[in-house]
């Protein structure tokens, strides 16, 4: 079946240390996203990319990278510079304008 | 810029009661709406959709939504609920300007009651 997927789905990060998100999707879905999901605020995005080797910030970015460096894969590194890491993180695709967006179960990032 | 409002953080409904959830947006064009449900820990799952035409648009679940450009609402509403309806649920709103970059309410959240 053709979907998105995760991992790992829980995740702990030490201080000073980066950590990457694993997003890959077998949808043949052109745009993949990454949000942040706080208690209360709603879904909030980090960085899109509508292209192979093109992405850009969203709303929150600092303190995140990303890479896409295949259609498939859209990996988010949560640095050292983020100083609240902490919070459910959502990867979704789409497959052109006017389309929904499809999302992963997500992964659940902790400090330890 | 565009932004939703869910004015009900929580909502608490009798098994076999109807539930019905608002959704404003603010938007200078007819914008994409959509409802997505979300269960704990999982991802969100796409309930409708609304592009343009009929303005009621039904969608999984037995759940249907309203299109009121008058009143900038898209307003979600199940005749009867169950059980496996307690959950998140987010409305969203997509614009035409940029690649489906969508912007969320804050969720309200669903009890649901024997």
């Known amino acids: 079946d053709g979907g998105i997927t995760q991992s790992p789905k829980y995740l702990f990060r030490k201080e000073g240390q980066n950590v990457t998100l694993s997003c890959e999707q077998n949808l043949n879905h052109d745009a993949m996203y990454w949000y942040r999901q706080d208690p209360g605020q709603g879904l909030r995005l980090i960085y899109y990319?509508?292209?192979?080797?093109?992405?850009q910030k969203g709303d929150i970015a600092e303190g995140y990278s990303v890479s896409r460096e295949k259609k498939e894969s859209f990996p988010l590194t949560v640095t050292s510079a983020q100083k609240n890491p902490t919070a459910f993180y959502l990867c979704?695709?789409?497959?052109?304008?006017?389309?929904?967006?499809?999302f992963g179960d997500g992964t659940r990032l902790s400090i330890l | 810029a565009q932004s939703v409002t869910q004015p009900d953080i929580h909502i608490t409904v009798s098994e076999g009661a109807s539930l019905e959830l608002r959704c404003n947006y603010s938007?200078?064009?007819?914008?994409?709406l959509f409802w997505y449900v979300q269960s704990p820990g999982q991802g969100l799952q796409l309930l409708l959709k609304?592009?343009?035409?009929?303005?009621l648009v039904q969608g999984i679940k037995g759940f249907e939504a309203e299109f009121k450009r008058s009143q900038s609402s898209f307003n979600l509403r199940k005749p009867s609920v169950h059980w496996s309806d307690a959950a998140e649920y987010f409305c969203a709103v997509d614009t035409t300007d940029s690649w489906g970059k969508l912007q969320f309410g804050a969720g309200t959240q669903v009890v649901v009651t024997p």
């Open positions: 609304y592009f343009s035409g009929d303005t």
């Open positions: 979704a695709s789409k497959t052109g304008l006017n389309q929904p967006q499809h």
């Open positions: 938007y200078g064009a007819t914008p994409y």
């Open positions: 990319s509508q292209i192979v080797n093109d992405f």
